[in-house]
């Protein structure tokens, strides 16, 4: 990384204060430029964003935000003060053309030119478009961003039957905001059974009989083969069986792609996402990822995430490493989802080849782990947010514990914790 000497200005001899960009206006993006901030004050940081206001948290797009509870600048990520409060400049509707690497700058879509000592990129992902039901087909939503979240919730209230594509986290949150508000909805799964990806069977089970409960139909193993828009503002949906279902509006929750794409056209390594080392640089020394974009060390090679906690602390460590910092990046991965009155958690490195450790817990909560024979691998629980953080520090911490321990619902996980590792 270069120490820029400004001889004209300081002196000579005299070094200019270090110039960090930031490109991405999500959690990764955010955290980067405040732990850059953090790392050395005297660093000038600029985060660049294509949306129009201060970066929001996205988790509430497809709950609160839908449902009328809230908007998006009630979450701010860096605070009440926004990015100001920590002495960082933010530019609103700066898409990034280009990434010059040999002359360490950054070429905005306007044509401005902004010079860097080092880059962070932190461009997360865009939504996985499924070739039926394209991006600007009338009544068809995508849902990444809050101008997106404003224009489904206005066509939300005006609706009676919602359509859901995909059976996993965001559309199972789609689908229950929806229900809450008393729109029917129905939601098509590929798979033979939702959250397939991040659930158990039992616990997936927990969550569709929930969805049954508050009217939501849910039909799995079924494919979409294709969608026609109807008369009197409506749409069709047509599934591999020939079977139609007519809706008000669809919206997709098939998943999201990094978009690599600013770092691929630069010359950087990619492939599926940012390829980076555990201390968050890429293959030029200069540029640093986080976030959604990255594929990065994980316990059984690479690995790419997309949770909040992740580009948070992720997002951190770069920022840090972009302004000096030489910090390897350690996380336990972790999600969590609200549908009606389940608040979902996973913590850890689940794997289909471990014992499963179910703990007997009360009314509407679940707990389950993923043990090796000696440590917890992975934790998955239906309101037990204070088990999962239990959970979540007998991981990071390596602490050895044995099944019975698990399962015995009268020893509290906090006091397994007491044990050295």
């Not at 129009?52 to 509870?69: I, M």
């Not at 929806?178 to 590929?190: D, L, P």
């Not at 316990?299 to 997002?315: F, T």
Request: glycine fraction near 10%.
């Amino acid at each position: 990384m270069s120490n820029a000497v400004q001889r004209d200005k300081n002196g000579p001899g005299m070094s200019a204060p270090r110039t960090v960009i930031v490109i991405g206006g999500g959690p990764a993006g955010v955290f980067a430029a405040i732990g850059a901030k953090r790392e050395d004050p005297a660093v000038s940081v600029i985060l660049l964003t294509e949306e129009a206001c201060e970066p929001y948290e996205k988790p509430p797009l497809s709950k609160a935000v839908l449902t009328g509870k809230a908007l998006p600048q009630d979450a701010l990520i860096a605070g009440p003060k926004g990015l100001a409060g920590h002495d960082i400049a933010l530019e609103l509707q700066a898409r990034c053309a280009t990434i010059d690497p040999a002359a360490r700058q950054v070429v905005t879509e306007s044509g401005r030119r902004l010079s860097y000592d080092a880059l962070v990129i932190a461009t997360g992902s865009v939504v996985r478009e499924i070739p039926p039901l394209p991006l600007g087909m009338p009544r068809v939503h995508y849902l990444r961003t809050e101008t997106h979240a404003r224009a489904l919730a206005a066509e939300l209230k005006a609706s009676q039957h919602l359509i859901v594509i995909g059976g996993g986290l965001i559309g199972l949150e789609v689908a229950a905001s929806a229900a809450e508000i008393g729109v029917k909805t129905t939601v098509i799964e590929m798979a033979p059974r939702i959250l397939s990806r991040v659930c158990d069977e039992e616990t997936g089970a927990r969550i569709h009989d929930e969805h049954r409960r508050h009217g939501v139909e849910i039909r799995v193993g079924t494919a979409l083969a294709a969608a026609r828009a109807e008369s009197g503002k409506r749409i069709a949906i047509t599934n591999g069986a020939g079977e139609t279902i007519v809706g008000d509006m669809v919206v997709v929750g098939t998943g999201a792609k990094p978009d690599d794409r600013l770092a691929a056209a630069a010359g950087i390594k990619t492939d599926n996402g940012i390829i980076i080392d555990e201390y968050c640089r890429t293959s030029d020394p200069a540029i640093y990822a986080a976030g959604d974009v990255v594929r990065f060390p994980g316990p059984h090679g690479l690995v790419r995430l997309e949770d909040w906690r992740h580009a948070q602390d992720q997002g951190a460590i770069a920022g840090r490493n972009a302004a000096g910092a030489n910090v390897a990046y350690r996380s336990v991965p972790s999600f969590w989802s609200e549908q009606y009155d389940l608040y979902i958690q996973g913590v850890g490195w689940p794997a289909p080849d471990r014992l499963r450790v179910r703990r007997p817990m009360a009314g509407n909560s679940m707990l389950a782990f993923e043990f090796d024979g000696t440590y917890i691998a992975a934790a998955l629980g239906i309101n037990a947010q204070r088990d999962i953080a239990a959970a979540r520090r007998l991981i990071e911490r390596r602490i050895p514990v044995d099944a019975a321990a698990l399962a015995d619902a009268a020893r509290p996980l906090n006091d397994l914790l007491k044990a050295k590792a």
